[in-house]
């Protein structure tokens, strides 16, 4: 503060008091003080849109669970399950496809590089199938589901749910990669207590398609079309609720519970406790600095 012929003022720097303490105000202190400025209003179609990534990731998981659960009880066999992979694979494509046609404009060399990365891709996890089937043959069946509910919990904490926010499943966020990494130690784990190598590919191949190539599908998806967004989203709840029923009626439920928890609950709670927030900012606020420093006043520093 410092006096002047008006009674004060406010400086930043500067010896004279003037008679007013450092921590003086008068009334007009508060004329500069704006509330909620920054806060973002939210409506429930919105928030329930933005939880629905979040619950059709929960479903990919179930759905991977169950198919685990089934090949590891030899209820599914390694010939269906590599005609769902290449049936997966297909419409998989298919959509990319479509759904990327208006934004990328590909051309017929990009579709047939997309062709040869998923050849590349099958090839390459087919030889190191055997490796897969051997790789826990030392290490007790309850440590290896002791580690792979620790490790698909942990991808779930992990994972990067903002969907349109990356076009690639392996995301440059450290935590998503270490998401991304726990989904495939988990599948390996699982792969390594099946009873043949064919099994072993197919379930291998199934759980990658979901892990490693459905999220930038998914984010495709979203961004070409919002209802198609939700059509997939409603059939990956199907899918997960059909699948999940025959092996466990509790686990079934809890599963409906968690995505009606997800999807319902959680956006009208926050939009509930949103209504609480209160952000104040005024002059007591730290200062912006706004200057561009020039090339030689940069060399002078």
């Not at 004279?16 to 806060?39: C, I, K, R």
């Not at 590089?113 to 030392?138: E, I, N």
Request: glycine share 4%.
């Amino acid at each position: 503060m410092a006096a002047h012929e008006g009674g004060w003022s406010k400086v930043v720097y500067g010896g004279m008091q003037g008679g007013f303490p450092d921590n003086y105000t008068d009334s007009s202190f508060l004329e500069d003080m704006v509330m909620n400025a920054n806060v973002v209003r939210r409506d429930l179609w919105t928030t329930v849109l933005d939880s629905v990534g979040v619950a059709q990731h929960l479903c990919v998981v179930a759905i991977i669970a169950s198919v685990w659960a089934y090949t590891l009880c030899q209820r599914l066999t390694a010939a269906a399950l590599l005609s769902l992979d290449a049936l997966l694979l297909a419409l998989g494509l298919c959509i990319w496809l479509l759904t990327t046609l208006h934004h990328h404009r590909l051309r017929r060399h990009t579709t047939t590089t997309t062709l040869r990365h998923l050849l590349y891709f099958v090839a390459g996890l087919y030889v190191m199938t055997p490796v897969f089937h051997t790789l826990t043959t030392s290490i007790s069946s309850d440590s290896i589901w002791a580690c792979t509910i620790c490790l698909l919990l942990l991808h779930l904490f992990l994972h990067d749910y903002s969907c349109c926010s990356t076009t690639s499943a392996t995301s440059t966020s450290v935590v998503a990669s270490v998401s991304l990494h726990a989904s495939i130690l988990a599948s390996v784990l699982i792969a390594s207590r099946l009873p043949s190598t064919p099994l072993v590919f197919a379930t291998m191949l199934f759980s990658l398609q979901f892990f490693l190539l459905f999220p930038p599908l998914s984010c495709s998806v979203k961004r070409a079309s919002v209802k198609l967004h939700l059509v997939l989203s409603s059939l990956l709840l199907l899918a997960a609720l059909v699948l999940l029923l025959p092996l466990s009626v509790p686990a079934c439920l809890l599963l409906a519970a968690a995505l009606l928890v997800i999807t319902l609950v959680c956006p009208l709670w926050l939009l509930r406790i949103h209504e609480y927030k209160f952000e104040i900012n005024g002059p007591w606020d730290e200062a912006k600095l706004c200057f561009r420093i020039d090339d030689d006043d940069a060399r002078n520093l």
